[in-house]
């Protein structure tokens, strides 16, 4: 775990030394590959610095040579003429132009000038072998990879603070983006499992937390409380660099699939990441449909990376205050038993905008795990985990089908 962290320590203070476009262009790569790919990437990049560190010449300034003064000219005098006889006059000779030394270059600035052109030599040499690494598969997109060497900002998020029990103003180290347009996903028909429930007449909205691009809107946490941006970007992962919006989104639509194959009717609140929807008005598609059931997808952030599990949170008021707590419950099991992670408990609270102003419907906000954990990280991109997942949901969803 020491060498994993200090390889990414040399790749993030390596990555501190690209202009802001190559270091998007490289984030967006490291996300469009698989984890093994990605970290033999990373492993090329620093090697090829390092070699480069090598291979500049330790140069020591030369003995610092006396100046040469040209020599003074010595002006030479005509002779003296002869006398001559009268009417004849001769003209002195020409005298030849004193040859004048060119100054010679001082060694000590030669030896700087070449220590400079090394430098710039050596940081052209990563750029160009970033470039030869990726290709044309790079693209204008990391933002942040959101400034992508990344400086840390500190963001009220909506879901990424469950160590500090998942406040939305809780602040959080994100890396800020503007993100450029990204493709959404295709929805492809899920298989079933063979012990899959009958969900026939449930009407259950799905939200995908967040979006690609922080919300301009501003919204009151609940009515009458403290105002915040409409909808964040999230988390980021620790490993892929995969946003927590794509990764929502990414399992909605597979959760859609697989829930209106087991009969249910499924309505989510965004189906693409370049949308403008704010909490309130997610919750309101949950309300104004009359839900049976409304669950909010995130995959949050920890400060700590080695914290790990799955978390549910409920609103403390509304019509099932009574109940909430013990479904939240039943969810949160089921999810993290699917997947193999720990359970970490379910909290009630009114810090979340999407549950306080949708408390009139059984609703819940999952965090499927801490994607600022690799392991976490690494089990919510599988996509068989991620199926395991929607089997879990659908499980628990048995129990609002109304008799």
Known sequence: MENKEKKEQ???????????????????????????EREALIDKILSTAENKTKAEPNRQPAPKQPKQQPKKQQKQQPKPQPKQEPKVVNKPKPQPK????????????????????????????????????????????????????????????ETSAVTTESVE?????????????????????????????????????????????????????????????????GAVGTETGVPEYE???????????????????????????????????????????NADLFIRIHADAANDSKQSGVKVF????????????????????????????????????????GLNYANTVPSFQISLGLISNCDDEAALVNEDNQIEICAAISQFAVGFVKN
């Open 10 to 36: 040399q790749f993030k203070k390596l990555l501190s030394t690209l202009p802001e476009d190559k270091r998007n262009e490289l984030f967006s790569r490291l996300k469009s590959v698989s984890p093994s």
């Open 98 to 157: 004193p040859k004048t030394e060119k100054p010679k270059t001082d060694p000590k600035k030669k030896t700087e000038i070449i220590a400079v052109v090394s430098i710039l030599v050596v940081f052209v040499g990563i750029c160009l072998g970033i470039k030869i690494l990726f290709g044309d598969k790079m693209d204008a997109k990391v933002e942040q990879i959101e400034a992508a060497a990344a400086t840390s900002t500190a963001e009220t998020t």
């Open 169 to 233: 103003t809780t602040t959080q180290t994100t890396v800020e983006t503007t993100p450029a347009p990204t493709p959404t996903p295709t929805p492809v028909p899920v298989a079933l499992k063979e012990d899959h429930p009958d969900l026939t007449g449930l009407v259950i909205v799905i939200d995908p937390g967040h979006q690609a691009t922080k919300s301009a809107k501003t919204e009151e946490v609940k009515a009458g409380g403290k105002t915040k941006a409409g909808a964040t970007t």
């Open 247 to 289: 990764l929502t989104l990414d399992i909605s639509l597979k959760l859609q699939s697989y829930l209106e194959g087991c009969g249910a009717t499924v309505i989510l609140t965004r189906t693409s990441n370049e949308v403008d929807i704010t909490n309130q008005e997610r919750a309101a598609v949950a309300t104004s449909n």
């Open 314 to 353: 409920v609103p403390n008021s509304g019509n099932y205050t009574n109940s909430n707590s013990k479904w939240g419950d039943d969810l949160g099991n089921k999810v993290a038993e699917s997947i193999g992670l720990e359970f970490l408990g379910t909290k009630s609270t009114d810090v979340y905008t």
